[in-house]
């Protein structure tokens, strides 16, 4: 049978010894996730203070905070009483075993890091890429967001947009806007061209320089496909296309310029 007067305080030792142990680490780790939780904060009021890309402050904020993490981690386990190299090992394994079964994830973890490393856009562009078009509102680690014009968020993950053909409409200061008009025939083809480059050249939103061009696209069966090209701030490309599309209809009008019957 056991002793249990003379087990009984070596139980004692060992729950005074390991008790206060525990409770160092507990006041360790609360501390430390506190200490954590600024640090990180603070690093990104630093970047924003110094005007870094708004696009790597979130990434570079989430790296941080994973590493701090997994250095309390350590020192936690170190002071309980484990053994940290054993830790570390099964870290690693642990980390292996993660990396196969999240290969996936993997993935969009690297376009992320390529994206955030070669910058083909940054938060506030509006995007094409993937069939899906919308401004960029926020480049994740995993994903990136971006929001269509009526205001749905898409989350398109990093590893196939990194790979992906990616248009960037807000690239350059300046956009060429480009409408097509369809007229008859029986119009006078010069006197038509010389009308809707007038138009654009009043459009007070149209640059002068590169200036307005119209011209012939194509020939149909019974019709004249004309271009009309005007340069303006990309802020404005929107409004100059639908500006000259009610000035030109508003103009054939009072013009009598023939349409395909």
Known sequence: MFDLDHLLPTIQQFALVYGIKFLIALFILIIGLWLINRLTEAAYNLMKRRNMDPSLRPFLKNVLKVVLMILLMIVVIGQVGLEVTSFIALLGSAGLAIGLALQGSLANFAGGVLLLTIKPFKVGDFIETLGQKGNVVLINIFNTVIRTSDNKNIYIPNGPLASAVIINYDSQETRRVELAFTIGYGNNLAT???????????????????????????????????????????????????????????????QQIQLPG
Not at 236 to 242: D, T
Not at 245 to 253: D, G, L
């Open 192 to 254: 038509v061209r010389e009308l809707l480059r007038q138009l654009a050249l009043q459009e007070p939103n149209v640059l002068q320089e590169p200036a307005p061009t119209a011209g012939i696209t194509s020939l149909n069966d019974k019709s004249v496909t004309l271009y009309l090209r005007a340069w303006s701030k990309r802020q404005e490309a929107g409004s100059v296309g639908e500006a000259l599309t009610e000035k030109v209809k508003i103009a054939f009008e009072q």
